[in-house]
């Protein structure tokens, strides 16, 4: 099955939706497809209680968080 995805902008499939966050379902993968089959089963079949909690349990990050992190990324790599 393949869908349109918005932040990407171009068309995949449920694989890729249900392994993108280190092998974990995207944030977005229950809104992306519940209309198109019932993603609940379907991810309570592959996945544990805890990973989805992981996937879908948190607030995203902001833009800024994202920033910080990356840059507090870059620093310690020139460290080493």
Not at 13 to 29: E, F, K, Q, W
């Amino acid at each position: 099955m393949e869908i349109y995805c918005t932040q990407l902008g171009m068309v995949i499939d449920i694989a890729y939706c249900i392994s993108v966050n280190d092998g974990l379902p995207c944030r977005n993968t229950i809104g992306c497809w519940e209309n198109r089959m019932d993603i609940q089963v379907f991810l309570q079949e592959r996945f544990t209680q805890n990973d989805l909690k992981k996937a879908f349990g948190n607030l995203p990050k902001s833009k800024i968080e994202r920033i910080i992190e990356s840059a507090e990324q870059s620093i310690s790599q020139l460290c080493e």
